[in-house]
């Protein structure tokens, strides 16, 4: 596997850009590994960079509302065309479903509202790295860009254990750029499991 070039983001909680730049205007994205494109051509950095914090904003909101029902604070919100289509948070010990992950959950709203299972051309905004699970799907759905919060040095499947969107065998690829409101993210994060310690102990 040829190595895609990192850009890391600086701070405690930290993050991860990495990614492949997009070809074309079609809805299969090929990889780039001569650099990172995560920015939809068209688009200013400036323009991206703010419809990004707006996002994950919306997408901490979610997250919050997973801390309030008990569940691991991270939420998802699925933008195409610049309306969100589908919104999800963490329901894995509530709805008894291990599948459960605001990604998934924000995709399958997607999907329904799209009625198609594809969605090109969209941007998953989610509070913290995806798990393998969550990257297949992001895959699986031919979503365009994915913009994280926090990463997951145990289960975060872009960069921190797995760089999966770089394997050479995927059909679809996409761009990943991490680091946006990571401290925020992380910091809803570290709350949720300091108090959830506090109860235990």
């Not at 999966?164 to 709350?191: C, D, I, K, M, T």
Request: charged fraction near 20%; hydrophobic fraction near 40%.
């Amino acid at each position: 596997m040829r190595p895609s070039r990192i850009r890391r983001v600086d701070g405690a909680a930290g993050g991860v850009a990495a990614g492949d730049r997009r070809a074309g205007l079609r809805s299969r994205v090929r990889c780039d590994h001569r650099g990172l494109r995560p920015v939809p051509a068209g688009v200013s950095e400036a323009t991206q960079a703010a419809a990004d914090v707006a996002w994950m904003r919306e997408a901490l909101g979610l997250a919050a509302a997973a801390e309030a029902a008990g569940e691991v604070p991270v939420g998802a919100v699925l933008v195409q065309q610049g309306r969100a289509i589908g919104r999800g948070y963490n329901r894995p010990i509530g709805l008894h479903d291990p599948t459960a992950h605001a990604e998934v959950r924000a995709l399958r709203e997607a999907g329904q509202q799209a009625g198609n299972y594809r969605l090109p051309g969209s941007t998953l905004y989610v509070t913290l790295e995806p798990c393998l699970m969550c990257v297949g799907a992001i895959i699986h759905a031919r979503v365009a860009r994915l913009v994280y919060g926090a990463t997951d040095p145990k289960t975060g499947a872009v960069h921190s254990c797995y760089r999966l969107l770089e394997a050479n065998a995927l059909n679809h690829r996409l761009p990943a750029q991490g680091g946006v409101l990571a401290e925020e993210s992380a910091a809803l994060l570290q709350r949720f499991f300091r108090a959830r310690r506090r109860s235990a102990g």
